[in-house]
């Protein structure tokens, strides 16, 4: 039993400040942002990628689908990996307490809206409509990026988004159909996903964790709120009366993926906090062009002539928003100077 004069490390890390977090100079620099969106870029597009190839592998042996249950083992497979490392004096945080698990909690309610919401959307829509939907999401962040947190809106970051929208609307417009059930979806998809980025860059500011400290309980909160879903929805059925996915392959696949999720969940927790949620939504849109290009090279994916004018046009976008960006900072610069 611990001494009274001894510090609780639970509470020491709600009142003490991150001993991660780089002060707001470093953290704000060009060479940390650009390094945290490369890393969110490579483990997002990875993780695409790996679930792309377990799908491929194993999608025609099942009558149904495991979305959400793969979430689950793969949340399950990050919480193994980041308590290996604090096992192994590799990283720290606090031991799990129900005061932080409540603060963080909302990020996972966020998270999981998100989710069941964009299945729907796909249900309802065709995959054109809700690209177009994803578009308007990232102006909602901006929106919200500005009036919770302050961040100034440029011209240019405007135009980049014009220009990613009405690209993706240009390609989408022989394939456009509108029902209330999928306007109301998507809606719903735009406001979740938007809340998700906006509540989990206010959670890395408030909730005071270390990075790996907020991967851990993203994942322990994620799994509790996934796998009773999953015993409701049949696919934790389907996965124990479906013997011909209870392979070792299925199973270092899944294992892969959930380390590639470990690296993911601090990629974006990096991302966001040293970038900002505006930032982090135009990387998630712009990922969409080496994922559509690596799937055509790796798994002879199609590619339509309106998917290439939508990379195109995404591209220009990107490089419009980088402009922005590097423009904003030399007048900072500047302006400090």
């Known amino acids: ?25 470093k953290g704000g620099s060009a060479a940390m942002a650009i390094y945290s969106c490369v890393l969110y870029s490579f483990c997002s597009v990875s993780m695409v990628l790996v679930n792309k190839s377990l799908a491929s592998s194993y999608n025609d042996l099942i009558d149904g689908d495991l979305n959400i249950l793969l979430v689950v083992f793969q949340a399950i497979i990050a919480v193994i990996a980041v308590s290996f490392c ?23 309610i966020m998270f999981c809206g998100m989710l069941f919401t964009g299945m729907a959307s796909l249900q309802h829509n065709t995959v054109p409509m809700v690209t177009i939907f994803k578009n308007i999401t990232n102006i909602v962040v901006t929106i919200g990026d500005y009036y919770y947190f302050g ?27 509108v ?8 809606a719903m998809n735009c406001l979740t996903t938007a809340g998700y980025i906006l509540y989990m860059k ?16 993203n994942n322990v909160l994620c799994t509790a709120f996934l796998l009773p879903c999953t015993l409701l ?15 070792f392959d299925y199973g270092w696949k899944n294992s892969f993926a959930g380390f590639v999720g470990f690296f993911l969940n601090f990629a974006s ?13 135009i990387v998630g849109s712009l990922n969409k062009i080496p994922t559509a290009i690596l799937g055509w090279t790796l798994f002879d994916a199609t590619i ?5 004018f939508f990379i195109a046009v995404s591209m220009c976008g990107g490089f419009l928003y980088s402009y922005a960006k590097i423009r904003s900072s030399r007048k900072g610069k500047r302006h400090s100077g």
Do not use: R
């Open 202 to 217: 206010f959670a890395t500011k408030t909730v005071k964790l270390s990075k790996f400290g907020m991967v851990f309980y």
């Open 304 to 308: 339509t002539p309106q998917t290439w």
């Open 269 to 281: 927790l990096n991302c966001v906090s040293n970038t900002g949620p505006t930032t982090y939504a």
């Open 233 to 247: 929805n049949g696919e934790m059925g389907l996965f124990l009366k479906t013997d011909a996915i209870h392979t």
């Open 1 to 25: 039993m611990s001494s009274p004069n001894e510090k609780d490390p639970e509470i020491q890390s709600l009142t003490e400040k991150d001993p991660e977090t780089p002060p707001k100079e």
């Open 151 to 177: 961040t100034q809106v440029e011209a240019l970051v405007m135009a980049a988004f014009g220009t990613m929208l009405a690209g993706a609307i240009f390609a989408a417009k022989n394939d456009v159909t």
């Open 86 to 108: 604090k096992k192994m004096g590799w990283v720290e945080y606090p031991a799990f307490n129900f005061a932080t698990a409540k603060q963080w909690a909302p990020v996972n």
């Open 179 to 186: 029902t209330v059930i999928g306007l109301f979806w998507m």
